[in-house]
Antibody, heavy 118, light 107 residues
Framework: QVLLVQSGAEARKPGASVKVSCKASGYTFSTYSMHWLRQAPGQSLEWVGWINPGNGDTKYSQKFQGRVAFTIDTSASTAYMDLNSLRTEDTAIYYC???????????WGQGTLVTVSS | EIVLTQSPGTLSLSPGQRATLSCRVSQSVASSNIAWYQQNPGQAPRLLIYGASTRATDIPDRFSGGGSGTHFTLTISRLEPEDSAVYFCQQYASSPLFGPGTKVEIK
């Protein structure tokens, strides 16, 4: 079964960091770029950036540049997102998603709720 | 900067009716770069349409997409109760951008 499974919900204080994982199964991990998006409560989706699991190349949204980093463990077919200097407005569900034809996102993780509160 | 606008904000229809959702883009984009998603509460988005008009895997044929340039549409030909959800359009030029969404309610 083709799946993306993310790590569980996290709670952090402002200024802290969080690391979210996304484990892929059922397909060749290195073949498709992995994107990270987020969705604040009641809002639309916002793109954070992507990583190429094949070579580790990354591209980050300007909004998050300098605060976010994506990494890959190819042996575990797992992608990671590190977000630091957290603010209350970073409270959102964070999704990993596979880029497919179109381009569009055909496979999504279940989402990881990150709550930032003092 | 490209902006996506979706209308209406909310659509309330009865089962069996036809729903037409609109997505307007602030500048002309290639049809190949337009996708539509369905999102139910507490769930991740689900890809419905890519390339403006191609149904994704296992998507029922009552869902269809169309349009070009700056105006794209998602049509649900015969609404079923399980179609109650929020629908987002997405364009992908240099990076993906999503519209604000249309909520479809089934009476």
């Amino acid at each position: 079964q083709v799946l993306l499974v993310q790590s569980g919900a996290e709670a952090r204080k402002p200024g802290a960091s969080v690391k979210v994982s996304c484990k892929a199964s059922g397909y060749t991990f290195s073949t498709y770029s992995m994107h990270w998006l987020r969705q604040a409560p009641g809002q639309s989706l916002e793109w954070v950036g992507w990583i190429n699991p094949g070579n580790g190349d990354t591209k980050y949204s300007q909004k998050f540049q300098g605060r976010v980093a994506f990494t890959i463990d190819t042996s575990a077919s797992t992608a990671y997102m590190d977000l630091n200097s957290l603010r209350t407005e970073d409270t959102a569900i964070y999704y990993c998603a596979r880029l497919w034809l179109g381009p569009s996102f055909d496979l999504w993780g279940q989402g990881t709720l990150v709550t930032v509160s003092s | 900067e490209i902006v996506l606008t979706q209308s209406p904000g909310t659509l309330s229809l009865s089962p069996g009716q036809r729903a037409t959702l609109s997505c307007r883009v602030s500048q002309s984009v290639a049809s190949s770069n337009i996708a539509w998603y369905q999102q139910n509460p507490g769930q991740a988005p689900r890809l419905l349409i890519y390339g403006a008009s191609t149904r994704a895997t296992d998507i029922p044929d009552r869902f269809s997409g169309g349009g070009s340039g700056t105006h794209f549409t998602l049509t649900i030909s015969r609404l079923e109760p399980e179609d109650s959800a929020v629908y987002f359009c997405q364009q992908y030029a240099s990076s993906p951008l999503f519209g604000p969404g249309t909520k479809v309610e089934i009476k």
